[in-house]
């Protein structure tokens, strides 16, 4: 019996060799073209090893165009169906490095070395090879071009020490941290936001062959600033990015008119409306039956002015996917109109949560004290009835829940979640008597040491309705709150200028990579918006001590377990300084948690199939990418036979 | 009339300059820039930028300068027909004008000629039977009109527009010939789609013109020249339209200058709401996101719009009334 299994077994893998050996099959879309000799075939087009996705549900079908719809010509976020490529890829359980774009990562945290390898044959959405030139242009022209980058970007140091990056051959690049250990660069290789570079995001690598025309070290400096003049630019940078932009779906612009890109699909149109896109022909993954992807034909991303509007597109069933714009308030209108408008809502999880940010650096010393006293935090949290703001502000689907990160997180600590979170106006009251704030004025307002009225603001860029139930639960237990809405653009001048009481935050990335890379929600950091709790401490933290506030020793600490986590060997090690942060944050309530776990909404047309019904939707996994967007297809719609004219 | 004109002309280029000043200082005025504005975004999600990236990034889009050199430089490549770049749609300004301006202008062209084709009639009517039902029930539509929020109606007349005949919601064109070529069946699909948005951005104006013609009727028709007009046995709809009525005009043709732009204004908000094409969301965008150059194009292209249709309609009123002298 034994015997006759390894043998079905044998067969098995022999088979599977076999298949991926033999022919890939491809959309019809390509089979003329590859007849003219317009194209090249299948085959010839996929790396030797292409990437195999399996789909969630079932092997699809060619064919469709799939609507999309964005509220803003900034955030092409909606056209995030178009994908992100990242180097590795971060999964939704907290398993790093699934190769992507290379075919493996090497680390040795003895030596420090990273080595790359990239899949041979893997090609740009033109047909030219991507090879680590394709990394060493990026790392020799642009990352230590000192007019692009005065300095070299943060993600590319540790310690101040630069890493050198070398290729070993055209398929093997090899990162030297100089025995600096350094397992965030894991995060770097997958992720959204540490390679950030401002408006394009754009890895460690940039096609070569063809930034090499908008470079003045090879075109001359005077070409360049004489090309950007006429084009309208201020300067060459400008004119460079814009022509050669980032390598994925955040290119806007036709495929003709910019650079090749590694995604499912190419821009073939652009206009203030919409921007079409369409299936990439080199694109380097497939299906378990070898089905070249991505199914779905074409992404037509339509432009409109306000939420309002895409919302009505919803439910009159013009859009086929949403899970960016979809807000829980529209929540039962979406699923009143469910049926008319052949789509379903899904409810996916959310690491996010909110809080309330206290300025613990306030410039005024009396508001200081009372914020640093740790019973007045604790006051605060307690007055708070958060079911019933849950009720009020998330349709009763959140969670109430004191700052911390998601119990599934390697980093969650005990009783994380829970601190001071029931609502106890007494016990809040008692404690606020106690630090000293029991007298009150006729109004029934507590007063400060000074015999002032103790008045703080609650400043945000919009008034929601939370906030002004906070406001009653706080008034409730003696303490004068106003809300004061502001213009984005005032907040971060006061945030910057340090200026505000009291401000509502909360993370929406409380996951890997972020936390890693920046955790500003719990460790003072930034003292630019949104860093308001530790402003000055985060001023001094950056200044080296030359600006800002000395902090206390139980921030110091906070401070210094980030920096452990910033250079630990391997990711393993991260563990015990990030459970020191959240036992702090825990600890001393440094911003009240209000909740969490707000659901996210995902809805799809029913003949869209391979879309999860549930699963983890954060910006920390670029929101879709794990849930691989090119293996969704359409039930019945049309296979498109022609590609976009001249485009071949 | 020669000197008269020229006057005018030279007046309009002052005012033009004064314009293009004020605009430009006004969209600089509130804290921060385009690029802040956007890096504050980007640092929400764990973007890190320090000073020195901040500075040359400053340099790259040319927001290092004092105020006053930016503007020289705005104001030279515009004469070159050069009107910059836009930051947040990444098109140059003068494709996105090209794109926006036409359906701007035939929209509020369609929406002028409504509010006068419905108004004038109303207003001389209820002047002539005034206290009469005819002159309540069109006094209480107008100040209901006048009195609602055009983006409330926008999204009532929608919402109306989908249930009963199934008009896709929002824009000017259903989804399949936003991108289509011209063609009878895409012009129809216009059609249907135009009268949202005239409705509800015509209601408005609606009312206004109404009332002044109204208004201006009645000081005219208890003026001893209609006994005289009558007693000589002029008929009575004669007698209405060859004095009372004309004399109602001045106050409409004096007003037409702005009358466009003022359109383009109020579709603003009902642009954005309706989602339509036009300029007025394009405007609102530029200014939220400090978009400088793009924004200030169009101020400056409004304002001139609305000086060249003063004159306009200086000389249309000095025509149609010998009694105006000008200088």
Known sequence: MRYWRSIIAVVLLVAAAAMTAAAYQEAPMFEKLVAEGKLPPVAERLPENPRVLTPIDSIGRYGGTAHVYSNSQFWLWSGEMVGFEWLTTINPDYTWGTPNILESVEYDPGTSFMTLNLRKGLKWSDGVEFTSADFMYHWQFVANNKEIYPTLPDFYQVNGIPLDMNALDDYTVVLDFFGQPNSLFFNNLATTTTAQDWQWWFGMFQPAHHAKQFHPSFIGVDEANDQAAAAGYASWVQWYWDNTGCYFSMQDKPYTATAPTLTAYVCVERTPEQAVYERNAYYWKVDTAGNQLPYIDRIILHFVESTDVLDGKIISGEVDAEWISASLDSLPVYVDNEELGDYSVLMWETPAMSCLELNLTHPDLAIRAIFNDLRFRQALSLAIDRDELNEATALGLATPRSMSVPVESPYYVEGGDTAYIEYDPTTAEGLLDAMGLDQKDADGFRLRSDGERLRLTIESAEIAAGLELIREYWRDVGIDVELKAQTQDLLNERVAANLIDIMPGGVEFNIEPSFSTLPQFYVPLTYTWPGLWGNQWALYYNTDGAQGLEPPAEIQALQDWYNEIKTTATVEDRIAPAQNIMASMRDNIWQIGLLGGQPSLVIVKNDLKNVPEAALMTWDLSRMVPYNPSTWYFEAREAITEAWPDRF | MAT??????????????????????????????????????????????????????????????????????????????????????????????????????????????????????????????????????????????????????????????????????GGLFSREYVDAAWSLAKFGDLVRHLWAPVIVVGVAGTAGIIRVIRATMLDELGRDYMQVARAKGLSEFKL????????????????????????????????????????????????????????????????????????????????????????
């Open chain 2, 4 to 169: 008269y004109l020229a006057g005018r002309v030279i007046y309009a280029i002052v005012a033009i300059f004064i314009i293009s000043v004020i605009s430009f200082i006004l969209i600089q005025a509130p804290p921060g820039d385009y690029l802040t504005a956007q890096v504050t975004r980007l640092q929400g999600s764990g973007l890190k930028l320090d000073e020195a990236q901040l500075e040359n990034l400053k340099a790259q889009y040319g927001l290092d300068k004092p105020l006053h050199v930016q503007y020289f430089r705005w104001v030279g490549q515009m004469f070159r027909g050069n009107f910059g770049y836009s930051f947040y749609y990444r098109f140059s300004v003068v494709y996105l004008l090209a794109a926006y301006m036409p359906f701007t202008i035939i929209l509020a062209l369609i929406t002028l000629a409504f509010i006068y084709i419905v108004s004038i009639p109303i207003g001389i009517i209820s002047a002539v039977k005034q206290y009469s039902v005819l002159d309540y029930v069109f006094t209480i539509l107008g100040f209901i009109g006048l009195a609602i929020p055009n983006f409330v109606l926008a999204l009532v007349v929608m919402y109306f527009f989908y249930k009963t005949f199934g008009i896709s919601i």
């Open chain 2, 240 to 327: 209405i339209m060859k004095y009372p009525v004309r004399v109602a005009l001045n106050p409409i043709l004096s007003t037409i200058g702005w009358q466009l732009p003022n359109i383009i204004g109020y579709f603003v908000i009902a642009g954005i709401v309706l989602n339509l094409p036009i300029i007025g969301p394009v405007l609102l965008n530029a200014l939220t996101a400090q978009d400088m150059y793009l924004a200030g194009a169009i101020i400056l292209l409004l304002s001139v719009m609305t000086v060249i249709g003063t004159i306009v309609s200086d000389i249309f009123l000095a025509m149609a009334d010998p009694r105006i002298r000008y200088y």
